[in-house]
């Protein structure tokens, strides 16, 4: 799923014990994918941004439902085949990531969705407002349960027909993550990682608390909130429709999908989430956009999270955060 853009606010590039920030973008995924980190080499610098895009790259290859010959679209193409497929060691891990967050989302993120994406997709393209029957109908292809892992053999098998798994509440987060990490293992440990809006923060730039981002204001792209957040060895990631919806009858319906009606949201809320990872804070980001406030709070504190949800209601902008969330600035 696209996500919200959050605006990185970057301090003048500075040295400090021969440090210094150097910053790479490259278009991934549709998007841009900025790689920010401080090293005393350029050309080491350099080398490594490059190791990252690789590893980017070849994440894609494996997660997109865009690209027909995916190892994640040949795996649904398996659905109700009644076989097991063994699957990379990639593929795997975020399966099984991605089957932590159903569960305890009790099933608000579900993955399995795909069918119900591609059809509200095609809606958006259309700008035609799909029929209850086809909502219903791609709907009973959906179900994480219907997803078996056999992670001692690396394999999984779909068993209902018609399934289609759908990584992109997961997916930029858990990329972004896994270059941090890449990153970390060289030693390299100041540094911002930004999968188009997915953030993930190493430790703090020289001299300073922490990085500095700043968040839009809930349905502007442009608009940023008075407060700013400053964190570092966190992710922090906004979800919301500001790119992506359809209107019909007067109610706008976001690109981010209820798994139990089959509809997208209509609540025109902007949530953003600090966690400990990128993949936590991905999925949980996403569904803060489709729970009630209560249970985002008591999922927020079982994670170890923190978050601020900005919701329109009646024109009128409401926020609602947790406890600790104003402790990051």
Known sequence: MAKWFLLIVFFPVCTHAQLTRFSFTQPKMGSYFTITLYDTDSLHASELANECYKLVDSLNEIYSDYIPGSEL????????????????????????????A???????????????VRLWRKARKENKFPGTDSVARVLKATGFQYVLIDSANSRIQLTKPHMQLDLGGIGQGYMAQKVHDHLAKNNIKMTLIDASGDIVLGESPPAREGWRIAVNVPE???ELLDRQIVAHNKAVITSGDVYQYITHNGKKYSHIIDPATGYGVTNQRNATVIAGDGITADWLATTCTILSIKKIKKLARQLDAEFLIGTLKNGKLHFYKSKNFDKMK
């Open 73 to 100: 679209n040949r795996l649904s193409a398996t659905a109700g085949k009644k076989e097991w497929v063994k699957v990379s060691a990639a593929l795997l891990d975020i399966l099984m990531e991605s089957q932590r």
């Open 220 to 222: 502007s792209s442009e």
């Open 102 to 116: 159903w569960k305890l989302s009790k099933g608000a993120f579900d993955i399995t969705i795909g069918p119900v």
